[in-house]
């Protein structure tokens, strides 16, 4: 079948490209992200498995997420937690995001197959997602983002390219942003970036067939309709957090601050020195090579071969910049510098928007652009499976820690083996240093807040457990665990140097 509309190496029909977008993106999900299905704990699912009946919902009102507060109002009153929903989460995230990807690009028989698909595999398979999946707690927020998103997606597009009850739609995905950044505020990164793509990609592909229009009233059409879009849900964001915060009757956590003037050259110089750790640079959760390959996939997308080409390259160099920006906002304006890879999960979709802009390009220009890409897909899989596996190994190590030192301590001191003071306690384990990094797989015996629930996972008992670093003096010069000398004795607990 012949399609007259078709570009250059897209005259034969192929597979719907809706379809392949989903089945690509679907299988990179689940190959490099599967073992999230099975039980882990991060540092924040021990404290929600012990929490108090009292719940999260003030915690996550302070921080201004009010959508979150509302799950877990639900949850507690169900006697259930977010990591009840941990299997059932996975599966939705999956479901959801697929469907707001297809809202987003809304792949069509124009476009090359290789390169849509090339494009759905990084999106599914990039690990800086995969700090998400390791945090089996944030699984059930992270669904619901999406399925936000997808609504507002959907009903934006319809609105701005049908004019179908245009008022009443664009009431309804302000409302639907709104709800998704109370369950995540990176959602504001999604739906900015997603009104972006929309209004650059029609004419994008009008250029590839032809037209002359000029480019700057249609530039400054999406980088507007972008920035109303950021207003509309910021400030939707801003009343929603001020008016949960009120009847909550709690107070700003110091991550929901914004930056501060004086604080605008370092974070400057803050962003700068992190655009090579995110193009090229390795760090644990994601190396060099995959890195490398999808740099060199997306400038070889982007180079302009024939005159055809030339002026929609500069709306997708407009598209890729801009996105860029809006992917690092939450790290321009927070008063905390805190770039971990969860915090960075929008870098993948600038990426996958150039590809996608890009795929009605020559034949053979995308077809080296997509297999450098799926290249660099197969590499986040791996990666995405090592960074769970290690989460496997640091929770075997940290139970069994766990459990040896209850039980040493049981024998020592029976009658106050019940409460303990750690000393010491290390972030990482020296046969796999290269687990961790900001947060993500931490042994718990390192953090405060996790340390007694840690304990009483492992025991199955209700321990008195806390972190002691202004112990350090007790434990100077003594043995370290298991040694006899490392437990201690005092007039309230025992302190165990480790």
């Given amino acids: 079948m012949i399609d007259a509309t078709a570009g250059i190496g897209s005259k034969v029909a192929g597979p719907s490209r809706p379809a392949l977008f989903a089945l690509a993106y679907a299988s990179a999900f689940l190959c490099s992200k599967y073992l999230g299905l099975s039980t882990g704990y991060a540092l924040d699912d021990y404290a929600v498995s012990h929490t108090s009946p009292e719940g999260l919902a003030g915690f996550f009102l302070s921080q201004g997420r009010y959508t979150n507060a509302v799950l877990d109002t639900i949850l507690r009153a ?11 989460a996975f ?11 297809l809202a987003v690009f809304k792949p069509d028989s124009r476009q090359q197959p290789s390169i849509i698909a090339a494009a759905a595999a990084l999106l599914g398979a990039h690990s800086y997602y995969t700090e998400y999946i390791t945090f089996r707690q944030s699984a059930l927020p992270m669904s619901v983002m999406f399925a936000m998103l997808w609504v507002a997606a959907s009903q934006y597009r319809i609105a701005m390219f049908t004019a179908d009850r245009r008022a009443v739609r664009l009431a309804v995905a302000a409302a639907a942003g709104v709800i998704a950044m109370g369950a995540n505020q990176l959602a504001l990164c999604y739906a900015a970036i997603a009104v972006l793509y929309m209004h650059l990609a029609a004419p994008v592909a009008d250029l590839r067939e032809g037209s002359a229009a000029p480019l700057l009233p249609q530039a400054a059409k999406a980088i507007s309709l972008t920035a109303a879009c950021g207003f509309v849900l910021s400030a939707g964001n801003l009343v929603a957090a001020m008016i949960g915060r009120m009847v909550g009757h709690v107070g700003t956590d110091g991550r929901a601050t914004l930056v501060s003037a004086g604080q ?22 994601a190396a060099t090579p995959a890195k490398v390959l999808l740099l060199l996939s997306v400038l070889l997308a982007l180079l302009p071969f024939g005159r055809a080409h030339v002026r929609g390259r500069l709306l997708v160099l407009l598209f890729a910049a801009t996105a860029w920006g809006i992917a690092l906002l939450p790290h321009v304006v927070s008063g905390t510098w805190w770039p971990v890879p969860r915090t960075l999960v929008a870098v993948p979709m600038v990426f996958a928007g150039v590809l996608v802009l890009c ?11 997509a297999g450098l890409s799926l290249a660099a897909a197969v590499l986040f899989c791996a990666h995405s499976n090592a960074i769970l596996i290690n989460q496997q190994r640091v929770n075997r190590w940290d139970i069994a820690q766990a459990q040896d030192i209850a039980s040493r301590v ?46 009483d996972e492992a025991t199955g008992t209700d321990l008195t457990v806390r972190s002691a670093p202004e112990l350090a003096e007790t434990c100077a010069g003594k043995p370290v665990f ?17």
Wanted: charged fraction near 15%; aromatic fraction near 8%; hydrophobic fraction near 50%.
């Fill in 410 to 455: 049981a024998e020592r001191f029976p009658r106050k083996h019940a409460k303990l003071a750690i000393v010491g306690g290390k972030w990482s384990y020296a046969v796999a240093p290269q687990a961790a990094q900001g947060d993500m797989n931490l042994s718990a015996l390192s953090v405060g807040w996790a340390i007694d629930p840690l304990f």
């Fill in 359 to 369: 795929s009605h390009a020559g034949q053979l220009q995308l077809r080296v652009s």
């Fill in 264 to 285: 605008l050259p370092e974070r400057a110089a803050q962003l700068m020195e992190l655009m090579p750790t995110l193009l090229i640079k390795a760090e644990p959760i």
């Fill in 78 to 88: 169900s006697d259930l937690n977010m990591t009840s929903f941990s299997v059932i």
């Fill in 91 to 101: 599966i939705a995230t999956l479901i959801f995001s697929t469907l707001f990807y």
């Fill in 482 to 498: 298991p040694s006899p000398e490392s437990t201690i004795e005092t007039a309230d607990e025992i302190v165990v140097c480790l």
